[in-house]
């Protein structure tokens, strides 16, 4: 099953020219600089686009081609823009109970939405009494709520604050795993890409530059930015059953050994193999890509160490990384600019 995208429109500083397909499962993120397209994209898969040649189907629906409009709530697509489209002269009970009565069948229960979004408090008021991120989670709730078959979300965390965050990412990955339902989310934060994404869209002027699952795009420039992600074994604070975690690791803080240190203070020492070489941003070092069970990440090595151990491609080598190297939404989430390098 898949969401199969073609269109081209114009736009003000070149156009927007895509023909992509997405899997229909899992969280994909569209990822890209101020003004590649990204809204756009959304906008088209939609049917909100402006007067171009389109073409958009969803698990073998046809949505729209140049005889065929299907509307917007005839998609059931639930959509939550970067400014949350609340209907002002509503409360937020009568805004929600809109995108609830819009369905026709619910497989989520509004008391697990109203409480998961933290709105129960926030029903008797109308959407100019609320800050920017209250509307945000009233707009996510509502769209929810309507029980759609694509969710679409545009920054749907830049007005909320970390901790309320960090229980809106939770809370998607529960709403797409329990209910098998696709989301498509646009976002500048490389902590929510890194987090909370399956698939990786990235757009450049208007095309697409590369798509695919996440630890393949993670391993591409610029997503790759000196960023790894690995499966390592170590106590996390508030995880009591094994379980598979998401974590990131800087290159910059991963050193590489060639046989294991004993008796030393970093407790992760990963035996991996040297998978590739690339170009590193800063003169003077190498940008070693590991590999260790089919996982990848990186580390930033000297010119100089890269020759005193005799380094290549294919040598078994052990990684070292110290536990508050390991970025974990349980340990500190972090928010940095898609653009932002380490």
């Given at each position: 099953m898949?969401?199969?995208?073609?269109?081209?429109?114009?736009?003000?500083?070149?156009?927007?020219?895509?023909?992509?397909?997405?899997?229909s499962t899992g969280i994909t993120a569209i990822v890209g600089a101020s003004g590649s397209g990204k809204t756009s994209l959304l906008e088209v898969i939609a049917g909100l686009a402006p007067t171009g040649t389109v073409e958009v189907s969803f698990n073998e629906h046809l949505w729209q081609d140049a005889?065929?409009?299907?509307?917007?709530?005839?998609?059931?697509?639930?959509?939550?823009?970067?400014e949350p489209s609340l209907f002002p002269h509503l409360t937020v009970l009568e805004n929600l109970r809109y995108g609830w009565q819009?369905?026709?069948?619910?497989?989520?229960?509004?008391?697990?939405?109203?409480n998961n979004c933290g709105v129960a408090d926030l029903l008797t008021q109308k959407p100019s009494q609320l800050s920017g991120g209250q509307q945000?989670?009233?707009?996510?709730?509502?769209?929810?709520?309507?029980?759609?078959?694509?969710?679409?979300?545009?920054?749907?965390f830049s007005a909320l604050d970390e901790a309320t965050r960090q229980q809106f990412v939770d809370y998607l990955r529960q709403v797409a795993t329990r209910y098998e339902l696709p989301v498509l989310f646009v976002s500048h934060q490389l902590s929510d890409i890194a987090e909370v994404s399956d698939h990786v869209v990235l757009l450049q002027r208007g095309q697409v530059l590369s798509s695919g699952p996440l630890p393949q795009q993670l391993r591409q420039e610029p997503l790759r930015s000196?960023?790894?992600?690995?499966?390592?074994?170590?106590?996390?604070?508030?995880?009591?059953?094994?379980?598979?975690?998401?974590?990131?690791?800087?290159?910059?803080d991963v050193s590489l050994s060639l046989q294991p240190v004993p008796h030393s203070s970093v407790r992760n020492q990963i035996t991996c193999v040297i998978f590739a070489v690339h170009e590193s941003h800063r003169a003077g070092e190498h940008l070693v890509e590991l590999e260790c069970q089919r996982?990848?990440?990186?580390?930033?090595?000297?010119?100089?160490a890269w020759q005193q151990l005799a380094l290549r491609v294919g040598q078994r080598v052990v990684a070292h990384v110290k536990a508050a190297a390991l970025h974990h939404p349980f340990i500190q989430p972090l928010r940095e600019s898609i653009s932002e390098t380490r």
């Open positions: 898949t969401l199969s995208v073609k269109a081209t429109l114009a736009r003000q500083h070149f156009p927007l020219a895509v023909d992509v397909t997405l899997p005889q065929t409009r299907m509307p917007l709530a005839a998609r059931r697509i639930g959509l939550v823009l970067q819009r369905a026709a069948q619910h497989y989520v229960s509004w008391d697990e939405v109203i945000q989670r009233v707009a996510f709730a509502r769209a929810i709520l309507a029980q759609p078959q694509l969710l679409l979300l545009d920054e749907p000196l960023l790894g992600m690995s499966v390592v074994s170590t106590p996390l604070p508030g995880l009591n059953e094994p379980s598979q975690q998401r974590l990131r690791i800087y290159a910059r996982q990848y990440f990186f580390a930033l090595v000297s010119d100089e």
